[in-house]
C-alpha cells in the first residue's frame, strides 16, 4: 500500500505540468460553447436515425438511402475532429497510454526503453511504435493551437451542419408529399428526388474535402493517429 501511494505521487509530480491553468482552459470553453449546437442540429437528425433513416422512409428516396449512410459517417467525423480540437487547444491529448510510456522514456532513454519492453515479450515493431509516440509527444506535448484559426474551422463546420438539417428538412418534406399522396389515393407522379440526392452527394464530397483542405483538421487527425493502440499496456481497448 506505501509503494503504491509513492507510485502515484511521483506520477501526478510528472505529469503535473501537462495540466492546464484556468487561463488556459478559457479557449477550450468558448470552442466548445460554439461546438455544442452544431453538435445538437446534428445529433436531433441522428436521434431519427441520420439521414440514412429519412431517406428510408419514403418509397421514393428508399433506392439512394446509401448515400444517406455516406453523409452521415463523414458529419460524425467532422463533429468528433472539432471536438478534439475545442479538448486540446492548447497541448496533445494526454491518455492512459501516455501516462505508461513518457515517464519510462524519461527515465530510461530510447534504448533503455526497447530493452525494458522486449523483456516483457512485446515485438520490437510495436516497441517502435510506442517509443516513436513517446518522442513525437516530449517534442509536441505543449503546442497551442491558433484560436482564431480554430474559430474559422468552426464556422466552416457551422456551414456544413447547416447544409445537413437543411437536406434533412428537404427529405422530410419529399417523404411529408408522397404520405399525403398515398393517404388521398390519388395517381400523381412521385416526386422529382434528384436534387436532393445530389445535394446529399455534393455535401459528402465537400465534406471530404474540408477535412482534407483544413489545415486543423489535417492536423487533429494527424495527432490522433500518432495514439498508439496499446491495450497490452492499459488494459483497455484504447
Known amino acids: 500500500m506505501k509503494f503504491l501511494k509513492i507510485f502515484l505521487i511521483v506520477q501526478m509530480v510528472m505529469v503535473a505540468p ?8 478559457d479557449n477550450s470553453k468558448i470552442c466548445y460553447d460554439l461546438l455544442r449546437p452544431l453538435e445538437k442540429q446534428v ?12 431517406f428510408e422512409t419514403g418509397a ?17 467525423s467532422v463533429i468528433d475532429t472539432v471536438d478534439y480540437l475545442c479538448e486540446n487547444q492548447n497541448g496533445l491529448p494526454v491518455r492512459e497510454v501516455t ?3 513518457i515517464p519510462m522514456m524519461r527515465k530510461m532513454g530510447r534504448e533503455g526503453f526497447i530493452k525494458h519492453y522486449l ?8 516497441i517502435e511504435e510506442w517509443a516513436k509516440y513517446a518522442e513525437y509527444f516530449e517534442a509536441n506535448h505543449q503546442r497551442k493551437l491558433d484560436f482564431n ?8 463546420a457551422q456551414k456544413i451542419v447547416e447544409r445537413y438539417s437543411t437536406l434533412a428538412q428537404h427529405i422530410d418534406s ?12 390519388l395517381l400523381v407522379p412521385p416526386p422529382n428526388v434528384d436534387g436532393i440526392v445530389e445535394e446529399c452527394k455534393t455535401l ?35
Open 119 to 126: 523483456a516483457f515479450f512485446h515485438s520490437i515493431e510495436v
Open 18 to 25: 501537462w495540466l492546464l491553468s484556468p487561463a488556459q482552459a
Open 174 to 185: 419529399v417523404n411529408d408529399e408522397e404520405s399525403r399522396i398515398k393517404s388521398s389515393g
Open 43 to 54: 445529433q436531433k437528425i441522428k436521434d431519427r436515425g441520420g439521414i440514412w433513416e429519412l
Open 204 to 238: 459528402t464530397e465537400d465534406i471530404k474535402q474540408f477535412t482534407a483542405m483544413d489545415p486543423l483538421l489535417i492536423q487533429a487527425n494527424l495527432e490522433k493517429s500518432e495514439i498508439p493502440y496499446a491495450p497490452y499496456l492499459t488494459g483497455s481497448g484504447e
Open 149 to 156: 484559426q480554430t474559430k474559422t474551422t468552426l464556422d466552416k
Open 60 to 76: 421514393a428516396l428508399r433506392k439512394h438511402s446509401i448515400a444517406g449512410l455516406h453523409v452521415d459517417a463523414k458529419i460524425t
Open 99 to 101: 501516462h505508461q510510456l
